[in-house]
């Protein structure tokens, strides 16, 4: 019996017909499509042991006081630390962004130079440590040849920088913020400290520009001390009433919004105040009467409703308001946490001290500095007060040379500074440029060099008296995960680079600095590093007084007639320093970024006065450049008002932010403040062209 | 020519039925012992001698954490609560001290019930069942069961299959929408 063709067919065929009633077939196919779940590029979860731990996040605008939830050692969730006074439980939207942060597609792997193509190798941290020393021994002790920046107001970090560059016999300066015009305003009124507001036992909160609800101090804390104030169901605690140009979160959140042209919170606040002059309020400050004379003489109501929009009548019944509460308290600030200058800051301390309001519960307080760990350092108000934009700008004009060396640190200076067009070539035309950054950010894929700091995840960090808050205080934290990718703490690496230069900050490590740091303040190391905050109850002692020849200098009335840009800052769009966050994506306003068009609002009246309509794509023209728009109608923008999101417009950075919308920074026109000789950028007009 | 044919079928259609034999054989004794490689545990641990021995119960290793989440298998850090140091004379703890905890390796225990990343499940929820109605019962047991790897999907034989998960959720009337366990 043969095997023939025809028998073959028949036994294949019998096979394929039986193999249909056993599981070969299908089971394969069912582990098949099983299989396809473990290809190698799907992303795995991890599993261990599930671990919490209190940590400092400095993802936001300001510190967070986190808890971190980790499995097997890997963050994944964090939530606020109702245990620390230093954010009161909250968590913004972009620390709760910290575990994805951490894993971001944009943190920059390891330390990379640029080659002479433009492109970036990786190198080991021998090299990168090498070639930033040679650098900078070329330029020690040569003035205006090493310039620092730093964009972390609150951390040691930063005392360690600008103790690093007092050795180089350079210039650290701090990126802008609403601490440098405090800071500028506190030192012309005769004080010395740090400005801070006791928002959580004043009764009546006047916030004048300052968009506490999401750009102006520790916004966490201010959310939580106004959650505090107004219990659910229960009786009011405080009053809030916003003044400023644009409905924004703060104005929405408070009993009463008062429209007032962007730029004239100083003006609005010496209007106050001369409704309180003529109702008898006095001080005992050295220059009350030329400050009376000031007032009365130059900011009468009319005058000063031509200025801000805000009828003489309705400013008086504030007035009367404030003076009728038991523990009111003004607060000044730019509507979007920079550029401000000193001038508001004076003007509503002005009306604080006419309320008797100086460092009294509920009032304005003035805080002492925490001591330094890092005695070549500067103070923080000394540090604060420097002028960032002024050097760039001096850069730009080609009034002060340009410097051989730029150390970028926790800031991306090529994005965030205002009339951002000549001010990030000012920082790019530095002969060599050294970003510390997490993140390939705007600045970053500018350097020539990048030492990637790790997230405050997988390092020491501290934070002290944020802006704003109304004591003094200290938090620190302690690793929560082992570094993620090949960065280095970038206080570890300017401590051994001073070593090499021969230049003695005191420390060997970054944990030795923090601990320092804790116990000249008087704090508990092991305590901070658990979670909890140290806060101290002193203020300084001695008066200040009203800076009346300042205020008489700085304040200006506006021309006119213009249309005003209000910027606003917004944390879910991310903050100077990080971009938007993958999660918060979605949760962006549809007004705010329309696909990839920036959405400005204007009201009817301003859009019928510009021509235009509802969804018209325009271009605005500022003094440094032009951003194409889309327009909004929004009848929470003042008349002649048009306002528009920071924080888009991104170049680097990752899918999630870059080509989206445009960065408003381009319009914003830096001038100079009369009386301080500190930049300002809060009153820029654009046109549409 | 009728016969010339028949002759050349080589029995009609028998060997069509031999096929079909030949792959009932293949398919349902060959295949299930080809598909599956065998493996063991990388220590040889007895459940017994911490159950009988020590006084332990399932839950002293296999607990719940505060939050609710089952803490699965016992950690290097739980294990060193006693076995910080060699015990007893058993070349298995030897070997889990020396190669293992010693040297801060946790161990690669292989999970007969292990559930892939998409599939959400709470032994919260199931607190209500015996532990042996999914898992294998070894508490009194000296060896840990073979361990059963699929060669195509490399899950365990043992795993759970979704239709199984369903079938006890439709028995009890518990919802079988997809979010129940793909979150």
């Given at each position: 019996m043969g095997i023939d063709r025809r028998t073959f067919i028949q036994l294949v065929t019998g096979g394929v017909v039986g193999s249909l009633f056993t599981p070969v077939i299908w089971k394969s196919l069912d582990d098949a499509s099983i299989w396809s779940q473990n290809w190698p590029w799907i992303p795995r979860l991890k599993y261990g042991t599930i671990t919490e731990q209190a940590s400092v996040a400095k993802f936001g605008a300001a510190p967070c006081a986190e808890i971190v939830k980790s499995v097997g050692g890997s963050p994944y969730l964090t939530r606020g630390n109702a245990e620390n006074e230093m954010s009161k439980g909250g968590v913004d939207p972009v620390s709760a962004s910290g575990p994805q942060?951490?894993?971001?597609?944009?943190?920059?792997?390891?330390?990379?130079?640029?080659?002479?193509?433009g492109k970036y190798e990786s190198i080991s941290w021998e090299e990168a440590e090498k070639v930033l020393s040679e650098k900078l021994a070329a330029v020690k002790g040569k003035k205006g040849k090493l310039a620092v920046v730093s964009g972390d107001t609150t951390g040691t970090a930063t005392?360690?920088?600008?103790?690093?560059?007092?050795?180089?016999?350079?210039?650290?300066?701090?990126?802008?913020?609403?601490?440098?015009?405090?800071?500028?305003?506190?030192?012309?009124?005769?004080?010395?400290?740090?400005?801070?507001?006791?928002?959580?036992?004043s009764d009546f909160v006047l916030f004048v520009g300052a968009d506490a609800m999401d750009s102006w101090g520790s916004v966490v804390r201010n959310q939580c001390v106004y959650s505090e104030s107004r219990p659910t169901g229960e009786e009011i605690k405080t009053t809030y009433i916003y003044a400023g140009p644009f409905q924004n979160s703060t104005a929405a959140a408070a009993d009463r919004w008062v429209p007032v042209a962007p730029g004239t919170g100083a003006?609005?606040?010496?209007?106050?105040?001369?409704?309180?002059?003529?109702?008898?309020?006095?001080?005992?400050?050295?220059?009350?009467?030329?400050?009376?004379?000031?007032?009365?003489?130059?900011?009468?109501?009319?005058?000063?409703?031509?200025?801000?929009?805000?009828?003489?009548?309705?400013?008086?019944?504030?007035?009367?308001?404030?003076?009728?509460?038991?523990?009111?308290?003004?607060?000044?600030?730019?509507?979007f946490a920079q550029g401000a200058g000193a001038a508001d800051v004076i003007a509503?301390?002005?009306?604080?001290?006419?309320?008797?309001?100086?460092?009294?519960?509920?009032?304005?307080?003035?805080?002492?500095?925490?001591?330094?760990?890092?005695?070549?350092?500067?103070?923080?108000?000394?540090?604060?007060?420097?002028?960032?934009?002024?050097?760039?700008?001096?850069?730009?004009?080609?009034?002060?040379?340009?410097?051989?060396?730029?150390?970028?640190?926790?800031?991306?200076?090529?994005?965030?500074?205002?009339?951002?067009?000549?001010?990030?070539?000012?920082v790019e035309k530095s002969g060599f440029l050294v970003s510390f950054s997490t993140y390939m950010d705007e600045t970053a894929s500018e350097a020539d060099l990048i030492m990637p700091n790790p997230t405050c995840y997988e390092r020491f960090e501290d934070a002290q008296t944020p802006y704003g808050v109304g004591a003094a205080m200290l938090a620190a934290s302690a690793p929560v995960a082992e570094p993620l990718y090949n960065s280095k703490p970038t206080v570890d690496v300017v401590l051994g680079v001073a070593s090499v230069l021969g230049i003695d900050l005191g420390y060997e490590s970054a944990d030795e600095v923090y601990q320092a740091k804790a116990e000249k303040a008087g704090a508990d190391w092991d305590s901070l590093i658990e979670g909890a905050a140290y806060v101290s109850d002193s203020t300084e002692s001695g008066s200040i007084k009203f800076a009346a020849s300042v205020l008489s200098k700085a304040v200006t009335m506006p021309k006119g007639g213009e249309i005003a840009l209000a910027p606003y800052s917004k944390l879910i769009i991310g903050t100077p320093t990080v971009a938007i966050p993958p999660l918060n994506v979605v949760a962006i306003s549809k007004f705010e970024l329309m696909g990839k068009d920036l959405m400005v609002q204007v009201n009817s009246k301003t859009a019928k006065k510009l021509g235009v309509s509802e969804g018209s794509k325009v271009k605005l023209a500022g003094?440094?450049?032009?951003?194409?728009?889309?327009?909004?109608?929004?009848?929470?923008?003042?008349?002649?008002?048009i306002a528009a999101p920071l924080?888009?417009?991104?170049?680097?950075?990752?899918?999630?932010?870059?080509?989206?919308?445009?960065?408003?920074?381009?319009?914003?026109?830096?001038?100079?403040?009369?009386?301080?000789?500190?930049?300002?950028?809060?009153?820029?007009?654009?046109?549409?062209? | 020519m009728e016969e010339k044919r028949t002759s050349k079928q080589c029995g009609g259609v028998l060997p069509f039925f031999i096929g079909v034999l030949a792959s009932l054989i293949v398919g349902w004794w060959v295949f299930p012992q080809v598909i599956y490689s065998q493996k063991t545990q990388p220590i040889d641990f007895s459940h017994k001698v911490h159950?009988?021995?020590?006084?332990?119960?399932?839950?002293?290793?296999?607990?719940?954490?505060?939050?609710?989440?089952?803490?699965?298998?016992?950690?290097?850090?739980?294990?060193?609560?006693?076995?910080?140091?060699?015990?007893?004379?058993?070349?298995?703890?030897?070997?889990?001290?020396?190669?293992?905890?010693?040297?801060?390796?946790?161990?690669?225990?292989?999970?007969?019930?292990?559930?892939p990343d998409n599939v959400y499940?709470?032994?919260?929820?199931?607190?209500?069942?015996?532990?042996?109605?999914?898992?294998?019962?070894?508490?009194?047991?000296?060896?840990?069961?073979?361990?059963?790897?699929?060669?195509?999907?490399?899950?365990?034989?043992?795993?759970?299959?979704?239709?199984?998960?369903?079938?006890?959720?439709?028995?009890?009337?518990t919802s079988n929408a997809c979010y129940v366990c793909h979150k």
């Open positions: 942060l951490m894993y971001s597609l944009s943190r920059v792997n390891g330390p990379m130079k640029k080659t002479a193509e005392e360690v920088l600008s103790g690093f560059a007092a050795g180089m016999g350079a210039e650290c300066y701090l990126m802008p913020s609403e601490e440098q015009g405090a800071a500028v305003a506190l030192s012309s009124m005769g004080g010395k400290g740090q400005i801070g507001y006791d928002l959580e036992n003006i609005f606040c010496l209007g106050l105040a001369y409704h309180m002059l003529k109702a008898g309020a006095s001080s005992s400050a050295s220059d009350f009467a030329d400050f009376k004379t000031l007032v009365m003489s130059r900011f009468s109501p009319d005058k000063v409703e031509k200025a801000t929009g805000v009828a003489g009548t309705e400013m008086a019944a504030i007035a009367k308001r404030i003076m009728k509460s038991s523990a009111p308290v003004v607060v000044a600030g730019s509507e509503a301390s002005a009306v604080n001290m006419l309320l008797g309001r100086i460092n009294k519960e509920g009032g304005m307080k003035i805080l002492p500095e925490l001591p330094k760990a890092v005695e070549a350092a500067a103070g923080r108000s000394e540090l604060a007060a420097k002028d960032f934009v002024g050097y760039l700008a001096g850069i730009a004009s080609g009034k002060v040379a340009a410097p051989a060396v730029m150390m970028s640190y926790e800031a991306n200076p090529i994005y965030a500074l205002p009339q951002n067009t000549a001010l990030a070539q000012a003094a440094g450049g032009e951003c194409a728009v889309r327009i909004h109608i929004n009848e929470g923008v003042m008349n002649d008002v924080g888009f417009g991104h170049t680097a950075w990752d899918a999630y932010s870059s080509g989206k919308g445009e960065n408003i920074s381009k319009l914003l026109t830096v001038g100079t403040e009369s009386g301080t000789g500190i930049s300002v950028w809060t009153s820029s007009f654009v046109s549409i062209a | 159950v009988e021995g020590e006084g332990m119960d399932c839950e002293s290793c296999h607990m719940f954490l505060e939050d609710g989440s089952f803490a699965g298998l016992p950690s290097n850090e739980q294990c060193a609560e006693c076995h910080e140091d060699v015990l007893g004379e058993t070349e298995a703890e030897e070997i889990y001290v020396t190669e293992y905890l010693q040297k801060g390796v946790e161990v690669p225990w292989l999970v007969y019930q292990y559930q499940f709470s032994h919260k929820a199931h607190e209500g069942y015996e532990c042996t109605d999914c898992h294998p019962d070894v508490g009194n047991s000296d060896t840990l069961p073979t361990y059963y790897e699929n060669r195509i999907s490399g899950y365990s034989k043992q795993t759970m299959k979704m239709w199984q998960c369903e079938r006890c959720h439709a028995e009890v009337g």
